[in-house]
């Protein structure tokens, strides 16, 4: 036959709480009490610092601010999934909360957003890189990561985040491809949330799903529910496992919304009707959470009560720390070589004598 | 005439001249329904409809490797790199392609096109939101670098760099883009790119700079005024092709120049202005060329970035101290 079929493919899409907040049982993971607890104040404590950051941009106390609204499972799901050997590589977007639940003081990822490089002076040991701003560059690099670790024989994987529209650059194309030929121990986590700014993810590529490049790359590739953090939890500890014992790196694809503007700096109300917020608004990941630790007898409203008001505790100090500190200017110049070279010791001198 | 922000003034343009001109097609990141970050692409895609004003996908590799397509196939592509400090992803079309392709062809293909890159900082933005990097692009034969420091410069520059037949780098910085409004004609006219501007005529110190630096630089000058030193002010308008002839004169006249950017002092343009003096102009200089430039650091982030950038005070005791040598 001079025609025949050479390759087929297929994505799955896993959920495991539906909208509604039914679990399939199927698929739970079988969590202790304590674990769903900490998911749950997780969660939480992303929307309520989002909320307060945003808050904070209003009136000025921070500088652009690109809120997580929305998207916390994938955030709370994947890093919780993670192992502490692995290294994680977050967007701008879940990067506070990533860092503190890996050990990075909370009122550091606050003095980030107050443009201050000291907010991204991460401990190595809690295994982060700083967020990159420039779309979809961090990608190759926990390639890169993925397979030095596998050379120092340390039992651990990489777990690189991007967006939806961040597929669209080549640091994409070259970190699912060199990924597949190295067969390196790498996640990749897109939150899928639809919106790249004002461009929507239709207009990013043709694919009907982003899960599916993975099958062009050799490597697997899945789709999920990213309101659900149950199957976020799933799917990224599975691929992690999977990439720690030598079978490869996987695309994960994690559906979801942007509840918020891109940035304190954006109206989203020029390019998207609010129907569609709406919409997203009733799939919302916390709601859905807390209907399924009702059924676990561990919600009920008092405890959403003493929850809310320890976060909001928590959330408070943390600015309180953020705005008592104080930078040392001269650090602009201080970090830029191993030794600062002559002709920079006269230029910081130049400079702070003057001021 | 109508007052117009920068903002306003380049938009006036591009719908002037994708109006008499079907050819011209705006393409980048959220340009279109969105009119772009900064607005300056805004009311386009209602006018002129999605086959002329097009969101991309997210590459600026794939904006500007594509825009080479295009314009090959007589369009006139205006790519818009959403900040400049992304335009590095880019970067290898502009060096090895469109730079290029001119002169490897003989002048059979040619790729004229206008990338527009909103550039500079002092805005409290991101890092990489607020670079100038104009220098990448000076260094590179076969391009041409503009950056305008006004809203009626900015109209006029962009007017002439799509009729130039070049590919042109065309820096928008966005300190000025709602700093103030200026009254700015209504119909077309162009400045032609390789022409400077003498701002101010003076007799002691010639100041050299462009964009955003220019406007920072009149506040100093005005100081400098004060305590008797007469500063002539040069308005670079296009780097490259640069006018090194009223370089010359001006410094001929003074004896004396001072070089302001916001980019890193080393190897920034103030460099090669330097150089070119000392070269040409040698004999007739009074004081070495002295450059108030950002620091040789990387840009810190927003908190502290007035420690970076030229402001008045450095800048009038560059001139100062140059006065004075
Ligand atoms: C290389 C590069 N180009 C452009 C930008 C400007 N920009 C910042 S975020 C963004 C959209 C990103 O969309 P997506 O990848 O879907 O992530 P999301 O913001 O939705 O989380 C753009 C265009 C950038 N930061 N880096
Ligand atoms: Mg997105």
């Given at each position: 036959m001079p025609i025949s079929t050479v390759f087929e493919g297929k994505i799955s899409r896993m959920q495991i709480?539906?909208?509604?907040?039914?679990?399939d049982t199927a698929l739970e993971p079988k969590l202790q009490t304590e674990m769903l607890d900490k998911i749950y104040r997780l969660l939480v404590l992303g929307r309520v610092w989002d909320k307060k950051s945003l808050a904070l941009q209003r009136t000025g106390r921070i500088y652009t601010y690109p809120p997580l609204e929305g998207q916390e499972a994938i955030s709370v799901g994947a890093t919780l999934a993670a192992g502490m050997d692995d290294w994680l590589f977050p967007t701008y977007r879940e990067a506070s909360l990533v860092y503190y639940m890996r050990g990075h003081p909370s009122y550091k990822s606050n003095l980030m957003w107050m443009?201050?490089?000291?907010?991204?002076?991460?401990?190595?040991?809690?295994?982060c890189f700083p967020y990159a701003t420039?779309?979809?560059?961090?990608l190759p690099h926990a390639v890169g990561a993925a397979y030095a670790l596998r050379m120092k024989g340390e039992k651990a994987a990489t777990i690189a985040f991007c967006g939806d529209g961040g597929t669209s650059e080549g640091d994409f194309h070259d970190a699912l491809n060199f990924a597949g030929v190295w067969n390196a121990p790498c996640v990749f986590v897109v939150?899928?949330?639809?919106?790249a700014i004002s461009v929507p993810r239709k207009e990013q590529t043709k694919?009907?799903?982003?899960?599916?490049?993975?099958i062009a790359y050799g490597i697997r590739g899945i789709q999920v529910d990213g309101n659900d953090v149950l199957a976020v939890y799933k799917a990224v500890k599975e691929a992690a496992d999977d990439a720690r014992a030598g079978k490869g790196p996987t695309l994960i694809e994690c559906i979801t919304y942007?509840?918020?503007?891109?940035?304190?700096?954006?109206?989203p109300k020029k390019y998207r009707d609010s129907d569609e917020v709406e919409r997203w608004r009733a799939l919302d990941p916390i709601k859905r959470f807390q209907v399924y630790l009702l059924g676990k007898g561990i919600w009920n409203e008092d405890y959403e009560k003493k929850v809310l008001e320890e976060t909001a505790a928590f959330v408070e100090k943390t600015v309180q720390q953020a705005e008592a500190f104080k930078p040392d200017p001269k650090d602009i110049f201080r970090y830029q070589y191993a030794r600062m070279p002559k002709n920079l010791e006269e230029q910081m001198e130049e400079c702070f004598g003057s001021k | 005439m109508a007052k117009m922000n920068m903002v306003e003034a380049i938009n006036a343009c591009l719908a002037q001249e994708m109006e008499r001109d079907g050819r011209i097609v705006v393409m980048g990141e959220d340009v279109g329904i969105d009119g772009g970050v900064f607005r300056v692409t805004e009311g386009l895609f209602a006018k002129f409809g999605k086959e002329r004003v097009i969101d991309t996908p997210l590459s600026e590799n794939g904006i500007i490797g594509t825009a080479i397509g295009m314009s090959a196939m007589g369009l006139v592509p205006i790519p818009?790199?959403?900040?400049?400090?992304?335009?590095y992803e880019g970067y290898h079309q502009v060096v090895q392609h469109i730079a290029r392709l001119r002169n490897r062809t003989r002048g059979s293909i040619t790729v004229p096109m206008v990338i527009r890159l909103p550039a500079s900082g002092?805005?409290?933005?991101?890092?990489?939101?607020?670079?100038?990097?104009?220098s990448i692009y000076i260094h590179m034969p076969g391009l041409c670098v503009v950056y305008p420091s006004s809203p009626y410069d900015a109209k006029g520059l962009l007017a002439a760099s799509l009729s130039c037949g070049d590919p042109v780098l065309f820096f928008e910085p966005k300190r000025l883009y709602r700093a103030y409004k200026e009254e700015v004609p209504e119909e077309r006219y162009e400045i032609p790119l390789g022409k400077a501007n003498i701002l101010r005529e003076g007799s002691d110190v010639t100041l050299i700079s462009w964009g955003a630096m220019t406007y920072v630089s009149k506040e100093a000058i005005e100081d400098a005024q004060k305590q008797g030193i007469s500063v002539e002010h040069v308005d670079?308008?296009?780097?490259?092709?640069?006018d090194w002839d009223t370089i010359g004169s001006s410094v001929k006249k003074t004896g004396r120049a001072v070089v302001v950017h916001e980019?890193?002092?080393?190897?920034?343009f103030g460099a090669e202005i330097a150089a070119r003096i000392m070269e040409n102009d040698f004999l007739d200089m009074e004081a070495p060329v002295m450059r108030v430039a950002g620091?040789?650091?990387?840009?810190?982030?927003?908190?502290?970035e007035e420690y970076f950038f030229p402001d008045k005070e450095r800048i009038l005791k560059g001139i100062v101290k140059t006065a004075k040598f």
């Open positions: 709480l539906d909208e509604s907040g039914i679990v443009g201050l490089e000291d907010g991204l002076k991460l401990d190595k040991r809690i295994r420039p779309i979809a560059t961090q939150s899928n949330n639809q919106w694919s009907e799903t982003l899960a599916q490049k993975a942007r509840m918020g503007p891109h940035t304190s700096a954006d109206d | 818009e790199i959403q900040f400049q400090g992304f335009d002092g805005i409290r933005a991101l890092e990489h939101h607020g670079e100038s990097a104009e670079l308008r296009s780097l490259s092709p640069c980019a890193f002092k080393t190897l920034g620091w040789d650091i990387q840009i810190p982030y927003p908190k502290q």
